[in-house]
């Protein structure tokens, strides 16, 4: 502050350090004062103690950047018949603002009132003097951490309280707890506070700022009780008042949406623009923003308007990311297009938007390969990658356009994934299956071993007769399925299809193959490995299937159902050959 403070002045009140050497060290004005849970007492003795024409307070946890400087330096020129709200932006998780009174002249009849979140503004106003909002930043550090956060809240509270049972009259004591119950989910008890507060009247002429902060979070509280016709009454009443804050609008817009008045919510919305963000109360202004474009979402998906309210989403994230709301709600309307084709029409606006993100298009190149445009659909899907190469989904949609025209490409494409996403089980999956399918057997255990990828590591280790490691993996697998290793020891293969049953695709269909390759009489697995291959337009591997399965059980329909099914799909059989083409015998110890 000595850069542009005339006289400095520290009032403490009982620090243990070196806070008073500091201080006279660098030439302030020392007072002594004895806490006695009052803060505006405090700050009075400081102001006992100053002789400067105007007086501008600090926390000792606040700060003044340099860039403030020269406009101090300026407004203390101005007549001493104002006072001057800084913007005060809380430092730390909350990232609150707020409008303040900071400096005002220094007159005996000025002084603190209230012990907690003391005030200056009510002698101001009874001397005439008007309060002018200036462009100049203070920096609060006071609120570090959630817990220190939490804390404080709670010493307030009880400071509060314990004015409030002393003097039941002072409302303003009286809204600073239903602010702190508000702030801290005790919304019904916040609403009891606010409600007290509105019954006064007088209390809106003497202190109209906080009668209409107590209107405003008083709809707040009302809404997150489900209370949206008691919201939307106390919240038209506070928009009636002179520079009604932004908070008022999106209340009323979010009253609106759960009463089913779209139409309202976006009028009230659209007057967003010409209101302020702040008031004397802190607001997380990035909050307040998102919730606008949210809101707005809503509202327009009621009405219908999907493609709107889907930019209005995008605008939300772009603000922050903080909130999920607007992702859910986005994918919740994206899942709803794309099935005919205006929609596709839709989509295909969106991803051409300068709003489009990585979720729009990958469900245009979804809805394309609905409509077998998979050319279309590949470039939306790198489109979308190109924005954020982390997008998991359209990577494996991609992945699979590429599998079977491309297969290496589609291996490069995945193992690119999980050098960006080591762990990532969705991709190791899709590498473990693609591998599968390339027969890359020992390239399959090279892979991270996780839940999703062991089933096809011990599948690649049977049918690639790779025993080193296996008894690890099929003691992990039934372990971690439930299955006891008994079974294994009494069915020998039967007890690993049968734990392969209980699995999703792809894990199921490779210890189908590799169960059959083991025991080509497993009824069941030579089902299961047909109906597999025929899936990924295998029908020559189906077909191998079926013939080794007719030649082990000559006598069993089943293999001739299985023969036909594959017929359905090519024009010619080939008689003869191996399950899989290419593969060495397995030996009988497998």
Partial sequence: VKPFADEVVVVDTGSEDDTVEIAKRLGAKVGHFRWCDDFSAARNASLDIATSDWIMWLDADDYVPPTEWPKLQEIKFLPLDQGFMFRLQNQ??????????RMFPNHPKIRFRYPVHEQVAPALRELGF?????????????????????????????????????????????????????????????????????????????????????????????????????????LEKARGWPQVPGLVLVSLAEAYNKLGMPEKAVKVLGEFGGHS?????????????YAVEYQRALALKQLGDLENAIYACRKAQRISEMFREAEVLARDILTRLGRKPVDLQILSR?????????????????????????????????????????????????????????????????????????????????LADLLFDMEQWPSILDLPTC???????????????????????????????????????????????????????????????ACFWI???????????????????????ALRVAEQYISTLPGDGTGLELLARCCEKIERVEPGGNIIKGLAPMKPSA
Avoid at 150 to 173: A, F, G, H
Avoid at 175 to 200: P, Y
Avoid at 277 to 289: D, G, H, M, Q
Avoid at 374 to 403: D, G, N, P, T
């Fill in 350 to 430: 969106i991803a051409r938007s300068p709003l489009a993100n990585a979720d729009d298009l990958y469900e245009y190149g979804n809805a394309l390969v609905r409509c077998g445009r998979l050319k279309e659909a590949k470039e939306a899907y790198q489109k979308a990658l190109s924005i954020e190469q982390r997008h998991v989904k359209s990577r494996r949609a991609l992945a699979l356009i590429l599998k079977r025209g491309n297969p290496q490409k589609a291996r490069t494409l995945l193992e690119q994934g999980l050098s960006l996403d080591p762990y990532n089980p969705d991709l190791a999956s899709d």
């Fill in 451 to 513: 839940n999703e990828t062991l089933p096809t590591r011990l599948a690649a280790r049977l049918i690639g007769d790779m025993h080193d490691g296996m008894e690890h993996d099929i003691v992990a697998l039934f372990r971690l399925h439930g299955h006891s290793l008994e079974e294994l020891d009494r069915d020998g293969p039967a007890a690993l299809w049968r734990l392969a049953e209980g699995l999703e695709d792809p894990a199921r269909f490779h210890l189908a193959v």
């Fill in 130 to 234: 008007p309060l002018r909002k200036v462009d100049i930043n203070i920096v609060h550090t006071g609120y570090s951490s959630r817990k220190v956060i939490q804390e404080k809240k709670e010493k307030y509270l009880n400071l509060l309280q314990q004015r409030i049972k002393e003097n039941p009259k002072d409302l303003m004591s009286r809204f600073h707890v239903g602010f702190i119950f508000h702030s801290t989910g005790r919304f019904r008890e916040a609403a009891e506070q606010f409600e007290m507060i509105l019954r006064n009247e007088s209390f809106a002429r003497t202190h109209s700022a906080t009668y209409l902060n107590a209107l405003t979070h008083l709809g707040r509280a009302y809404l997150q009780l489900d209370r949206p016709e008691d919201a939307l009454q106390v």
């Fill in 277 to 289: 963000l702040l008031s004397n109360v802190p607001t997380n202004v990035e909050a307040l923003r």
């Fill in 519 to 541: 025991q080509p009489s497993l009824k069941q697995a030579a089902k299961a490995a047909v109906q597999g291959f025929l899936a990924r337009g295998r029908a020559e591997k």
């Fill in 92 to 101: 730390g998780p909350s990232k609150e603002v707020l409008l303040q009174l």
